[in-house]
């Protein structure tokens, strides 16, 4: 039974309830291992190191530097795991591939399922490529190289080849036999797939409806309801959402004819749709798809400049349309004290409805089925936080500057504003997914533009129009 110091030395979880950095490496462990890199203390180093999850050592190496990197890797020899690899982010996987003996690497690498290969393999260079397959096996080399034929981020990248089937007229005690008896079987599986005399699964059976059910009955009686096939060449973002939607452990995947030729499972499935919620976060903040703290400053400003180059188009755009409200301006100085609250809160508004809209077309919510009930919301929901909002500040605004036409100026704007931001907020990524551009990677920059132009034109101009 371990105490809560051996918790922390470990990195393990503290029970403590709502601690937020449950599950996260204790500084103290952090600090305790590079001290024995620095000793040059092996046996101290594997001590501390054993006890972590592969997960936990992929975050350590992700944290420390680059040469605190080195050396620990160095160090820690023999001991390095396989699994570490195919945790870590792809920037300090290829630095740490580098860093491995080769034979430390081809040990590593013979640990792990295909798919982990795959992944491991399908982004590195040629030579990185033959050394890491020239460490396997025979016929797991082939295997790999085969799901390397397939399209990148298709299904048939995405699944492991260890499969357990069995003929779809065998009974539960033929396959528990087999079981038994076979000498190579997945590390993990949760399904047997019954498969027809051309290989073509057909159902799936679980391993507690199996150990659940006496010897004489037929495997296909106690198959699952709900059974799923895989095309080998189905995008991972749509595995993803079929494991989510109708709520799989694994599902077989077939080639083009049809036949068994792998096998998907929920670990996999879930680490794509985490991948692809936060390729979505990443796009709408307009800073690349793959960037992550390991990056290069180089790698990290190349993705991030463009779009500010068109941020900087766009507030242009709005400083354009302010300029033809200079004369306004000059005469009513409140008025620019007062353009940037109009113009913050409309690109909130719009933000708000934009992550909804993004995230609902990413998930399959949105529709062109409920599209139009959807936007009718928003526009009402804008036009209510307009009301709610534009009374208090136009009563400030009044008592503020002594100009009560002022205050209903800018609070007629607010309303405006919202209204227009809650709108193009959703209108913008359904139009955009509509002509086929990614809603994430483009909406921000143009609902950004409609709220800053309408938001100052709406305000400048009955500021013109009421009080000069």
Not at 402 to 427: D, E, K, M, Q, R
Request: hydrophobic share 50%.
């Amino acid at each position: 039974m371990s105490t809560a110091d051996d918790q922390a030395e470990t990195g393990t979880p503290q029970e403590d309830g709502g601690n937020e950095r449950a599950y996260a490496l204790d500084r103290r462990a952090i600090a305790a291992i590079l001290y024995a890199v620095d000793i040059d203390d092996r046996d101290k180093l594997i001590e501390l190191m054993e006890p972590l999850h592969a997960a936990d050592i992929a975050d350590l190496l992700e944290q420390i530097n680059a040469y605190d990197r080195a050396r620990l890797i160095r160090l820690y020899g023999q001991e390095f795991d396989g699994e570490i690899l195919s945790e870590l982010e792809e920037g300090v996987r290829e630095e740490v591939i580098h860093l491995l003996h080769p034979q430390v690497l081809a040990e590593a690498v013979r640990e792990l399922d295909s798919d982990d290969v795959v992944d491991l393999v399908e982004d590195l260079e040629g030579p990185q490529q033959e050394a890491i397959l020239g460490a396997l096996e025979a016929s797991d080399r082939l295997a790999v190289q085969q799901a390397l034929t397939y399209p990148e981020n298709s299904a048939g990248r995405l699944m492991q080849r260890e499969v357990v089937f069995a003929p779809e007229h065998w009974n539960v005690g033929q396959a528990i036999d087999f079981l038994r008896g076979s000498e190579e079987l997945p590390e993990q599986f949760y399904h047997i797939v019954l498969v027809d005399p051309r290989m073509r699964p057909v159902a799936n059976v679980t391993l507690g409806k199996l150990m659940g059910s006496r010897r004489e009955v037929a495997l296909k009686d106690i198959a699952e309801e709900m059974f799923q096939v895989i095309p080998a060449d189905q995008d991972e973002a749509d595995v993803a959402y079929a494991f989510n939607q109708y709520h799989l452990i694994s599902a077989p995947v077939v080639d083009g004819d049809g036949r068994l030729v792998g096998v998907i499972t929920i670990d996999d499935a879930m680490i794509v749709l985490d991948e692809e919620n936060e390729e979505d976060i990443l796009r709408l903040a307009g800073v690349g798809e793959e960037s992550s703290l390991s990056d290069r400053v180089i790698d990290t400003t190349k993705r991030r400049i463009p779009w500010l180059v068109v941020n900087l188009g766009t507030a242009a755009l709005a400083a354009l349309v302010i300029a033809q409200f200079e004369h306004t301006i000059a005469v009513l100085v409140a008025l620019a004290v007062l353009m940037p609250i109009v113009a913050s809160m409309g690109g909130n508004a719009g933000t708000q409805s934009l992550t909804v809209a993004v995230r609902a077309i990413a998930t399959r919510d949105l529709t062109r089925a409920n599209a139009w009930r959807v936007i009718r919301r928003e526009m009402l929901v804008g036009l209510m936080n307009g009301l709610t909002l534009a009374i208090p500040l136009g009563v400030m605004t009044g008592l503020i500057f002594g100009t009560p036409l002022l205050g209903a100026v800018i609070g007629a704007a607010l309303i405006i504003n919202l209204f227009v931001a809650a709108l193009s907020g959703v209108a913008v990524p359904i139009l955009l997914d509509k002509i086929g551009v990614d809603p994430a990677l483009a909406s921000g920059v143009f609902v950004t533009t409609v709220t800053d132009v309408v938001g100052f034109f709406a305000f400048l101009g009955l500021a013109t129009v009421v009080l000069l």
